[in-house]
């Protein structure tokens, strides 16, 4: 695994509640990093600091806010405005699952707030102040879904495919200044995202196969896939046309929605959630 100390002492993760978030924040306590802790449960983020400090003598700075709203992105970039900052972990994200006919505007329009516009902010914000520093690294997380509009899952597609296109941008421009960007597109992760999602995700990869695969990448690639089952699926799906990657995932998609829905009563049941904090 890279040694991430090399960015400097700090690093802040958003979505740390949760799945991805959280498994990131602990290996890089682990490997000696202090860490922002970022996500909108507050008791969640204290159990966290205080189990890493303990375990790896680090220091943590809880930041509870909600990244759909704006003053939520103000509070992050404020309060780390003189923290030396090496490593930002964009992990903060939700997916709904429904067509344009069953999902909410209000709830679609929050998703693109947390998906999109807070990661461009945030991008925005810690590229000056890495190219400041002279090092650093952004890590911004897409999935497999944003290569094509998937049927069932437009919305979230399209953010992904956002979140994809900035950081193969910014890694070209922030390279010169020694900044590191990568571009994580993961599949299907066994997290809080899949039952809040209605999804039965299955045989997912874990949240820390994900974390692992991410470190190990940083400073070496520009994009990475992390776990068997999302490698796979980007193999066999690449050759195909476009319009037919769509047509599969949209089924694939339909499938985990359907035995979602046969394994828990209807009033668990929900088209759209936050996931990681």
């Known amino acids: 695994m890279n040694d991430v100390q090399r960015y400097g002492p700090w690093a802040l993760v958003t979505g740390a509640s949760d799945g991805i978030g959280r498994a990131l924040s602990q290996h890089l306590a682990a490997q000696g990093l202090n860490v922002v802790l970022v996500a909108r449960w507050r008791d969640a983020l204290a159990t966290l600091a205080a189990d890493l400090s303990a375990a790896h003598s680090v220091q943590t700075n809880v930041l509870a806010v909600d990244l759909a709203d704006p003053a939520g992105v103000t509070v992050v970039e404020e309060q780390t405005r003189t923290m030396d900052i090496g490593i930002v972990v964009l992990a903060a994200g939700f997916g709904t699952t429904g067509t344009v006919l069953e999902t909410s505007a209000d709830e679609e329009s929050a998703l693109v707030a947390v998906n999109v516009t807070a990661v461009m902010r945030l991008a925005h914000t810690f590229a000056s102040r890495l190219v400041s520093r002279g090092t650093g690294a952004l890590v911004l997380f897409g999935s497999i879904v944003g290569w094509q509009g998937v049927p069932g899952q437009a919305n979230y597609a399209a953010s992904k495919a956002y979140v994809q296109s900035l950081a193969e941008g910014l890694h070209g421009e ?10 994580v597109a993961p599949g299907p992760v066994g997290s809080g995202f899949g039952p809040r999602a209605g999804l039965d995700l299955g045989s997912a ?3 820390d196969t994900v974390a692992r695969s991410t470190l190990a990448a940083l400073g070496r ?3 990475v896939v992390p776990g068997l089952q999302g490698t796979f699926l980007t193999a066999a ?6 319009r037919l990657r769509s047509a599969i995932l949209s089924r694939v998609i339909a499938g985990m929605r359907l035995r979602s829905s046969a394994s828990r009563p209807a009033a668990e049941q929900t088209l759209g959630c936050r996931h990681g904090g």
Do not use: E, Q
């Open 205 to 207: 990869t874990s949240p």
């Open 174 to 183: 922030l390279r010169p200044f020694g900044v590191d960007v990568l571009a």
């Open 221 to 223: 690639r520009r994009t």
């Open 237 to 242: 799906l690449r050759p195909l046309p476009r």
